[in-house]
C-alpha cells in the first residue's frame, strides 16, 4: 500500500525514526512501523511527502504545516502528553466503483491542572 503521507520521529535525544513506505516494523516484520516507536520518548511527530509536511512539536504542543505554526494551545501547565495519530479511510460505494478516502489525524492528550486536554488536526 502506498501511503500519501509517511511519519518521522524525533526523539528528546536527537535521534530519529522514519515509517518505511511498507509500513513494516524494522523489530517485529509482522507488525507495523508504528509498534517500533518510543512513545514516551518523542519530541516531534512530522508527516511528510514530497510537497508538504505537518508537524507537532511535542514539547511545546505546537502544530507546523511547513514551517508556519497553525495552532499554539495556550495551557497553562500541560503534562502526561500522548501522541495522538492514526490513519482512518472511507469507503464512498458508487454505481461506476469505489472510492477510497484517507485522513491522517495528528494530535495529542493530556492533562493541564487535573483537567484533560487534547487537540487534533486532520489531514486529507
Excluded at 11 to 29: H, K, L, M, V
Excluded at 72 to 86: A, G, M, S
Excluded at 94 to 101: A, E, L, P, T, Y
Aim: with cysteine; net charge negative; charged share 25%.
Amino acid at each position: 500500500m502506498k501511503f500519501k503521507y509517511l511519519y518521522k520521529v524525533v526523539y528528546n535525544d536527537g535521534s530519529t525514526y522514519e515509517q518505511n513506505e511498507e509500513d513494516i516494523s524494522i523489530i517485529d516484520p509482522t507488525k507495523s512501523c508504528y509498534s517500533d516507536l518510543k512513545l514516551d520518548e518523542i519530541k516531534t511527530f512530522t508527516l511528510y511527502n514530497d510537497e508538504n509536511w505537518f508537524s507537532l512539536d511535542l514539547a511545546t504542543l505546537t502544530f507546523y504545516f511547513k514551517k508556519h505554526i497553525i495552532f499554539k494551545p495556550t495551557h497553562t501547565n500541560p503534562n502526561y502528553i500522548k501522541l495522538k495519530h492514526f490513519r482512518r479511510n472511507t469507503i464512498t460505494i458508487q454505481s461506476d466503483g469505489k472510492i477510497i478516502n484517507t485522513e491522517y489525524h495528528l494530535g495529542y492528550t493530556g492533562e493541564d491542572d487535573g483537567k484533560l486536554i487534547g487537540e487534533t488536526i486532520i489531514i486529507t
